[in-house]
């Protein structure tokens, strides 16, 4: 039996609910899609080293490349039993054609920071990236955890190209480059059916379907996948009517920068 619902936790459960519908309203940053194909974009958030060295190389087996967000303070670091990136997987990435984004510098949760807080975060992330691997300033960011302010949104939304969270759904129509919907691949084999379906949707719908993960392990952790789940939808997503893009070259083709 669930817990009783105090007036504490309801009020809490619905200022929530209210932020979320207030986030996903306010400040957006629109783009209209409307494409003669669809677009498929597989992304990687805190950049384990599995999600380029086994998960890249799938996507790489595909002719395809992912977005690796990466918080740069993560370097060299385990989390949930994972390695995480090193500064030579910064270089490799992007030798390989892969996308490296922004997830802050201290992946911390962009609800609790002010604006000259998370400014310095996406300055000193980019300053690192840049330092260690060359190229260009990020265009592509993830918020830490999902979690979106009006003022994080603000802010991404003036600074990259794209901004991603982890709300489901295929994004269509009238998007919010903002508050980009993301769908997440964890677990084993068992659990893509609804990647697939998706896929099958979006080839239908000709809109912007974005996946995220973190590992790709044979026993991942709660929010990894494993190679044979990783495999099945790229392989479905490349076999598709879709054109499976980075980030930053789905949105120069969606939104007309590229053609």
């Known amino acids: 039996m669930a817990p009783a619902l105090t007036p504490r936790s309801f009020a809490r459960r619905l200022g929530r609910k209210l932020q979320r519908t207030a986030v996903a309203h306010l400040r957006r940053k629109p783009l209209r899609i409307n494409s003669a194909r669809g677009v498929i974009s597989f992304t990687f958030d805190d950049f384990p080293r599995s999600a380029l060295s086994v998960g890249g190389a799938i996507l790489e087996r595909h002719e395809a490349r992912g977005t690796y967000y990466g918080a740069l303070s993560l370097l060299g670091g385990e989390e949930h039993g994972q390695a995480l990136m090193i500064e030579e997987d910064l270089t490799a990435l992007r030798?390989?054609?892969?996308?490296?984004?922004?997830h802050t510098y201290s992946h911390v949760n962009c609800r609790s920071l002010g604006?000259?807080?998370l400014n310095r975060e996406f300055t000193q992330n980019n300053r690192q990236a840049k330092k260690i691997a060359g190229g260009e300033d990020f265009v592509s960011f993830s918020y830490p955890f999902g979690e979106i302010s009006l003022l994080a949104k603000s802010l991404a939304?003036?600074?990259?190209?794209?901004?991603r969270g982890i709300l489901p759904g295929i994004n269509?129509?009238?998007?919010?480059?903002?508050?980009?919907l993301g769908n997440s691949l964890y677990g084993g084999l068992e659990n893509a059916e609804h990647s697939l379906k998706l896929i099958e949707e979006n080839e239908r719908k000709r809109g912007w379907l974005i996946f995220y993960t973190h590992d790709v392990v044979d026993t991942p952790s709660p929010y990894g996948c494993t190679p044979e789940h990783f495999a099945a939808v790229v392989q479905a997503a490349a076999a598709s009517n879709c054109d499976v893009l980075t980030m930053?070259?789905?949105y120069k083709v969606l939104s007309g920068e590229s053609t």
């Not at 269509?172 to 980009?180: M, P, R």
């Open 157 to 163: 939304a003036g600074r990259f190209a794209t901004a």
């Open 172 to 180: 269509e129509g009238n998007s919010d480059l903002a508050a980009l």
């Open 115 to 117: 604006e000259a807080e």
């Open 95 to 102: 030798d390989r054609g892969h996308e490296l984004g922004c």
């Open 248 to 250: 930053e070259k789905a």
